[in-house]
C-alpha cells in the first residue's frame, strides 16, 4: 500500500533529497512550506520533481494550522526538517531559532497527541552533532554527553529530548537521527563548503577575486547528503525506533577541504591575513586567494567533530557511499558547470 510522507524543510537540502528517495519509493510526498512571498522551489526543480510533491502550507508557530494539515495528510511519516539551520545567525536570533528549532517540535508533537494520531504515525526529528559541542569524547556516538555551543545547539537539544520525551511518555514512534555535516551541490552558499566551491568557482571564470573565510582550523566530519536521508528512513521503518547517529567516522580542517576544493578544479591557494602569518604559506604560488577575515569567527566555536556511525551500521544497515574526496569533486565540478552556464543556485 502506498504510504503518505510529510516533509517540513522540503525546500532545503536534505528536504529535496529526502523527497526524492522517498518518491522512488513510491510514497505520496507532501512537503509543508512556509508562506513567503515566492517559494523556494530551487532545489525540488534541480532534481526535477517539483511537480511530484504536493505542497502544504504549514507555519511551525501555529498550532491549528498544524493541526488542520496533519489531519488533511494523515501522513504515516513525518520527518520534521524544517529549522533555523545556520549556526552562525543563531547568535544573532537566538530566540527566534529557539521558537523554530525548539518548541515547534513541540507543536507537531502535541498535535499528533492531540489528533489521537500518535499510534498511526511515526515521526523523525532533524537532530544534530552541534549538541556534542565542546569535544566531551572522540569519536562522538549515541553514549556521549551533551554540551552545546550555540543557541542553534541548545534549541536542537531541546527538539531532541522532547522527542524523546513523548516516546517514552505516549509510546510514540518518535525519534531522532544526529545527522553530523552533510553537504551537497544543494547546500546553501552560507555554509562553508558551497561558500568555497562556489566561490572558487567564480574565482575560476574570472568574477570574483578572492574568498573571506574565518576559522579554517575547525575540523569537521562531512557526509553526502544523499546518503544521509536514506538513514533518516532506515530509522523510521524500524519495530522499535531509537535515535542514532549518522556520520562518516573522519575528520577535516576547513583548511583540507578548500586545499581540495582547490586541486579538483587544478587550481593552487594563496593563503592571506592571518592563514598566510598562522601557515607560513608562500604567497607567490597559488592561483585562488583565500583570506582569513575574524568578522567570520562565532563567539563561540565547536572545534572537533567525528562520528561513529558503528549503531546505524549494525542496526540499520546504512552505509554512507561518497568520501570526501568524492564529495568534494561532485560540489567543485557543479559549481564550476552552473558558473560556466551563468545558472548559480542560491
Ligand atoms: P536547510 O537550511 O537547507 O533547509 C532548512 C529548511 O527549513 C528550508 O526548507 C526552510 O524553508 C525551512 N525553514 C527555515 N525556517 C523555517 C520556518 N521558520 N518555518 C518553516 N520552515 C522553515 O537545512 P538542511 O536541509 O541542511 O537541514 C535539514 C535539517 O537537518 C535542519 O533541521 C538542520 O538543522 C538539520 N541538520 C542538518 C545537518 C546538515 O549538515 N545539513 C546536520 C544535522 C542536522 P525556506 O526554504 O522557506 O527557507
Ligand atoms: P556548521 O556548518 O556550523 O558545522 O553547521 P558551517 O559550514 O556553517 O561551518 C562549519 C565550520 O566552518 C567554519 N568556518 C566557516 N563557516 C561558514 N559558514 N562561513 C565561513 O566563512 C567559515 N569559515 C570557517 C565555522 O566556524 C565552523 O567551524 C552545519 C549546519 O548544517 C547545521 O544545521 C548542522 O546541524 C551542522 O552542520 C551539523
Not at 14 to 43: C, E, H, M, P, W
Not at 155 to 164: C, F, P, R, S, V
Request: charged fraction near 25%.
Amino acid at each position: 500500500m502506498t504510504k503518505t510522507a510529510l516533509i517540513t524543510g522540503i525546500t532545503g537540502q536534505d528536504g529535496a533529497y529526502l523527497a526524492q528517495f522517498l518518491l522512488s519509493k513510491d510514497y505520496k510526498v507532501y512537503g509543508a512550506v512556509r508562506r513567503t512571498s515566492t517559494i523556494n522551489l530551487g532545489r525540488l526543480e534541480e532534481l526535477g520533481i517539483a511537480r511530484d510533491v504536493q505542497l502544504v502550507p504549514f507555519d511551525l508557530f501555529e498550532l491549528t494550522n498544524i493541526m488542520r494539515v496533519l489531519e488533511k495528510v494523515r501522513p504515516d511519516e513525518i520527518y520534521n526538517l524544517a529549522a533555523q539551520s545556520f549556526v552562525a545567525t543563531s547568535f544573532d536570533q537566538p530566540i527566534y531559532t529557539a521558537e523554530v528549532d525548539g518548541i515547534a517540535v513541540t507543536r507537531i508533537l502535541e498535535s499528533v497527541r492531540a489528533l489521537g494520531m500518535e499510534k498511526a504515525t511515526r515521526f523523525y526529528q532533524a537532530s544534530t552533532s552541534e549538541m556534542f559541542g565542546k569535544v566531551r569524547a572522540v569519536p562522538q556516538d549515541e553514549t556521549t554527553p551533551f554540551h552545546p555551543r550555540s543557541p542553534y545547539g541548545v534549541a536542537k537539544l531541546y527538539g531532541h529530548w522532547i522527542t524523546a520525551n513523548y516516546r517514552e511518555s505516549y509510546d510514540m514512534k518518535a525519534c531522532s537521527g544526529i545527522l553530523f555535516n552533510h553537504e551537497s551541490p544543494l547546500r546553501g552558499t552560507e555554509f562553508v563548503t558551497r561558500k568555497i566551491t562556489l566561490a572558487f568557482a567564480r574565482i575560476a571564470h574570472g568574477e570574483q577575486e578572492l574568498v573571506e573565510l574565518g576559522n579554517l582550523e575547525a575540523k569537521r566530519d562531512w557526509g553526502f547528503a544523499g546518503d544521509y536521508v536514506q538513514g533518516m528512513w532506515l530509522m523510521l521503518q524500524r519495530d522499535m525506533v531509537d535515535d542514532y547517529v549518522l556520520a562518516t567516522g573522519e575528520t577535516y580542517t576547513i583548511r583540507d577541504f578548500a586545499t581540495r576544493a582547490g586541486a579538483a578544479l587544478g587550481m593552487d591557494l594563496v593563503w592571506e591575513g592571518e592563514a598566510e602569518r598562522t601557515l607560513g604559506i608562500d604567497r607567490k604560488t597559488g592561483e585562488v586567494r583565500v583570506r582569513v577575515n575574524p568578522d567570520f569567527y562565532r563567539p563561540a566555536e565547536v572545534d572537533l567533530l567525528i562520528g561513529s556511525p558503528a549503531k546505524a551500521e549494525r542496526e540499520l544497515g546504512w552505509r554512507r557511499r561518497v568520501n570526501l574526496d568524492g564529495l568534494v569533486d561532485m560540489m567543485a565540478k557543479a559549481d564550476h558547470d552552473r558558473v560556466s552556464r551563468g545558472r548559480v543556485l542560491v
